[in-house]
């Protein structure tokens, strides 16, 4: 089983930054992914942005050029660094893992921008 916790999310203003930190616990081994998605009100849930064991990264359109995804293995921990941020950034996100064919989901953290 693996468990994940984000965590950083807050109010922030136009054009502000926030950093957000998803922590893997469990049975945590050998090659695996992470990515963040966000849900805002009455939307689908989307990808933001990914990353893998090689640290190859994928974005989303709307957040190329702002937004930066790293990880840290030794802590078993992927940031989503968030700047430049917009009213429509505002949503619920959340980090998963991929590892050994199974998929697992945090329980979000909310990033609010507003002025």
């Known amino acids: 089983q693996v468990q994940l916790v984000e965590s950083g999310g807050g109010l922030v203003q136009p054009g502000g930054s926030l950093r957000l930190s998803c922590a893997a616990s469990g049975s945590i081994f050998g090659l695996y992914a992470m990515g963040w998605y966000r849900q805002a009100p009455g939307k689908q849930r989307e990808s933001v942005a990914s990353?893998?064991?090689?640290?190859?990264?994928n974005y989303a359109d709307s957040v190329k050029g702002r937004f930066t995804i790293s990880r840290d293995d030794a802590k078993n921990t992927v940031y989503l660094q968030m700047n430049s941020l917009k009213p429509e950034d505002t949503a619920v996100y959340y980090c998963n893992i991929v590892i050994r064919g199974m998929l697992y989901w945090g329980k979000g953290t909310l990033v609010t921008v507003s002025s």
């Open positions: 990353i893998t064991s090689d640290l190859g990264s």
